[in-house]
C-alpha cells in the first residue's frame, strides 16, 4: 500500500472514508437509535412524574424524588437481595457442575458428541418454557419431583409455593439451564489446552487430583474467567424463569430486580419511578463493568 | 501398556456419571413432552403408563380459541428478519470498526457501549422502547420486535462478527485493492466467503436468541402480534391452566431448537464458544 502512487493514495481515502461510514451506518444508528436514546429517554423522565389521563401523558418535575425512594422501596431491596443471592448461587453452582462434566466428557472416548448434543439442548430452550416446563415439574400434587420424593415417602412439597424453597427452585431451575453453557466453554477450553503438558505430566508420575490441581486449572483460568463474567451478566438479567415459576413470590421471596422493574413501571404503570430504577440498575451494571475490566487490567491480558 | 487398560477400564465410572447427568437433562423435556399427549386426569392422578392422545396438540394448533400458529408465525418472522438486519449490521459494523482505521477511541466507545448495553437487562429499556415505538407509530407491531430484538443481538454479533473479520489475512484486502477492487466488491467477493462459517454461526444464536426473547416481546406486542413465548407465559398465567395444552405448546415450540441442534450443531458451538476461546 505504502509504494502506491501518492494521487491514488488520496483517491483512495476520499472514498475510503465515504465507505467507512456506509459500512458503520447500519450498527451505529441501530445502536443509537434503540439503544443510547432509550437510555436518555430513561434518564430525563426519571426525574418526571408521569400521570395518564385519556391516553395522553402529562409530566411534571419530580426532582431526585424518585432516587431518593429507591432506598425506602421495600421490594426493590428484597429484589437487589435475591438478585445478588441468585446469581451467586447459581452461577457457582453451574461453574462448579459444567467444569466436572467437562472434564468427564474430555476423558471418554466414546460417545462424547452425543454427551454433547444432549448437554446442549438447555441452552437453545426458551427461558419461558423452561419456566413451564418447570413449573410442571415443580407442581405439588403430579409434578415429577413429587412424585420421586412420593416414591421414599417424602413430601409432598410445595417447591415454589413456600417462602423458603422458592428461591432454591428458581436456582436449581437456572443451574438446569444454564450448566450447558458452562460446559460448552470449559469442553472447548480443555479440547485447545497443549496436550505435551499432560505427557510431561504423567512421566512425571503426578496423580489424577496433582494433574487437575497444578496442570489443567491454571492453564484453564482465562477461560474458567471469562465463563465466570458471561454467566454473571446473565444471572443479573434473569426475568423469565422468575416471571412464569414464582412471579417474584411468595411474599418477596424470590423478587429479582427485573421483575421489581417490571412490576413498578408496566404493572403499576408508575413511569417515572420504573424509569428511576431502571437507571439505577444501569448505572449499578456499568460500575460492574468498569471493576470488571480494570480487574482483568490488573492481571494482565487474559 | 498396563497403564493404558487401567484408563480404559475407569472409563466405566465416568460414562455412568456422564449417563446420569444427561438423564438429568433429558427428563424434564421428556416427561413434559409427554405430558402434551396425556389427558388431564392423566396428569393429575399421575398414573406411569397411559395412552397417548392427541386432543392437546390438536387444540393448541387447531382450536377456534387458539392462535398458537398466528404465534408461530410471528416468531419465525421476527426471527428471521432480525437476524438478517443484526447479520447485516454486525457484519459491516465490524469489519468497519476492526478494518477502516477509525480513531481508536471510536472503535472502543463502540464496542465498549455494545458490551455494557448487552450487560443491560432488556426490561429496563423495554418501557423507553414501548414510548419510542409509539411516537413513531411502530408500537405492537412485529417490526417494533423485530428492531428490538435486532438491537438487542447486535452487541454479541459485533463481538463474534469482530473475531471473525479479524482472521482475514490483510495481505487479501490489500490485492484486491491494488487489483482495483472497490470496498464493496472486496466485501461481498471476498471478505463474506471467508468468513460465511462465522456468520452461519453468528446467523444461528441471533434466530435462537430472538425465538428464546420474551421480556422486550411481552411488552412491544398485543394478541394478534404475540411471539411463542408471550402467547406461552399467557397459558401459565391463566386462572385455571390447562396443563397439558400447557406441555403440548412448550413441546411445538422447542421443535426449530431441535431442529438446529440436529443439523447446524458444528455452527452453535462455534458460536457460543468462539467469543470465550479467543
Not at chain 1, 41 to 51: D, E, R, T, Y
Not at chain 1, 203 to 232: C, H, K, N
Not at chain 2, 90 to 119: D, E, I, K
Amino acid at each position: 500500500m505504502t509504494s502506491a502512487a501518492p494521487a491514488l493514495a488520496d483517491a483512495g481515502m476520499q472514498e475510503d472514508r465515504l465507505w467507512r461510514w456506509l459500512t458503520f451506518a447500519p450498527a451505529g444508528i441501530l445502536l443509537l437509535a434503540f439503544s443510547v436514546l432509550p437510555i436518555l429517554n430513561l434518564i430525563v423522565v426519571s426525574f418526571l412524574h408521569v400521570s395518564w389521563s385519556g391516553g395522553s401523558a402529562s409530566f411534571s418535575a419530580a426532582g431526585i424524588a424518585h432516587y431518593r425512594a429507591l432506598g425506602g422501596d421495600e421490594l426493590f431491596r428484597a429484589g437487589v437481595r435475591n438478585t445478588l443471592v441468585f446469581a451467586v448461587f447459581a452461577v457457582a453452582g453451574q461453574m462448579v457442575l459444567g467444569f466436572a462434566l467437562a472434564l468427564l466428557t474430555s476423558r471418554v472416548t466414546r460417545g462424547r458428541i452425543i454427551y454433547r448434543t444432549i448437554f446442549i439442548l438447555p441452552i437453545l430452550i426458551p427461558g419461558i418454557v423452561i419456566g413451564a416446563i418447570w413449573k410442571l415439574m415443580f407442581q405439588p400434587d403430579f409434578g415429577l419431583i413429587n412424585q420421586i420424593f412420593g416414591l421414599i415417602g417424602l413430601g409432598p412439597f410445595e417447591w415454589l409455593k413456600s417462602a423458603s424453597t422458592a428461591l432454591m427452585s428458581v436456582i436449581i431451575v437456572d443451574i438446569w439451564h444454564w450448566t450447558p453453557f458452562c460446559f460448552l466453554l470449559f469442553l472447548a477450553g480443555l479440547e485447545s489446552l497443549p496436550q505435551d503438558v499432560y505427557e510431561a505430566a504423567e512421566i512425571d508420575g503426578a496423580s489424577v487430583w496433582q494433574e487437575l490441581a497444578y496442570v489443567t486449572l491454571p492453564l484453564m483460568l482465562p477461560t474458567i474467567l471469562v465463563t465466570l463474567v458471561f454467566r454473571i451478566v446473565v444471572a443479573f438479567k434473569v426475568f423469565d424463569e422468575v416471571y412464569l415459576l414464582t412471579s417474584g413470590g411468595p411474599g418477596t421471596s424470590t423478587e429479582v430486580v427485573s421483575f421489581t422493574i417490571y412490576q413498578r413501571f408496566f404493572t403499576e404503570d408508575r413511569v417515572g419511578y420504573g424509569s428511576a430504577m431502571s437507571v439505577a440498575v444501569i448505572f449499578l451494571v456499568s460500575l460492574l463493568l468498569v471493576l470488571a475490566l480494570s480487574a482483568r487490567k490488573r492481571l494482565g491480558p487474559a | 501398556m498396563s497403564e493404558r487398560i487401567a484408563i480404559g477400564r475407569s472409563q466405566l465410572p465416568t460414562q455412568l456419571a456422564l449417563g446420569l447427568a444427561a438423564l438429568v437433562v433429558i427428563t424434564p423435556v421428556a416427561w413434559v413432552i409427554a405430558a402434551g399427549f396425556r389427558t388431564q386426569i392423566s396428569l393429575l392422578i399421575g398414573e406411569f403408563w397411559f395412552t397417548p392422545v392427541l386432543t392437546s396438540f390438536q387444540d393448541v394448533l387447531f382450536s377456534k380459541t387458539s392462535v398458537f400458529l398466528t404465534n408461530f408465525g410471528n416468531s419465525m418472522i421476527v426471527g428471521i428478519a432480525s437476524t438478517l438486519l443484526t447479520l447485516t449490521a454486525a457484519f459491516l459494523g465490524a469489519w468497519s470498526l476492526h478494518r477502516m482505521h477509525w480513531p481508536s477511541w471510536v472503535v472502543h466507545l463502540c464496542l465498549g457501549w455494545a458490551m455494557l448495553f448487552h450487560m443491560v437487562p432488556p426490561i429496563t429499556l423495554a418501557g423507553a422502547w414501548f414510548t419510542l415505538f409509539r411516537t413513531i407509530g411502530i408500537d405492537n407491531t412485529l417490526f417494533g420486535i423485530t428492531l428490538a430484538h435486532a438491537t438487542l443481538n447486535l452487541p454479541m454479533a459485533l463481538w463474534l462478527m469482530g473475531v471473525f473479520v479479524q482472521d482475514v489475512p490483510r495481505e487479501l484486502e490489500e490485492a484486491a485493492f491494488i487489483d482495483g477492487a472497490t470496498t464493496p466488491t472486496l466485501l461481498l467477493k471476498i471478505v463474506m466467503p471467508i468468513v460465511a462459517p462465522g456468520l452461519a454461526a453468528t446467523a444461528v444464536l441471533c434466530f435462537v436468541f430472538s425465538w428464546n426473547e420474551f421480556a422486550a416481546a411481552l411488552v412491544l406486542s398485543t394478541k394478534p402480534t404475540a411471539t411463542v413465548p408471550v402467547a406461552i407465559a399467557k397459558f401459565a398465567q391463566d386462572f385455571e391452566i390447562q396443563y397439558t395444552q400447557m406441555a403440548a405448546s412448550a413441546a411445538l415450540s422447542i421443535i426449530p431448537a431441535v431442529i438446529l441442534l440436529i443439523i447446524c450443531q458444528r455452527y452453535i458451538v462455534k458460536g457460543l464458544t468462539t467469543g470465550a476461546v479467543k
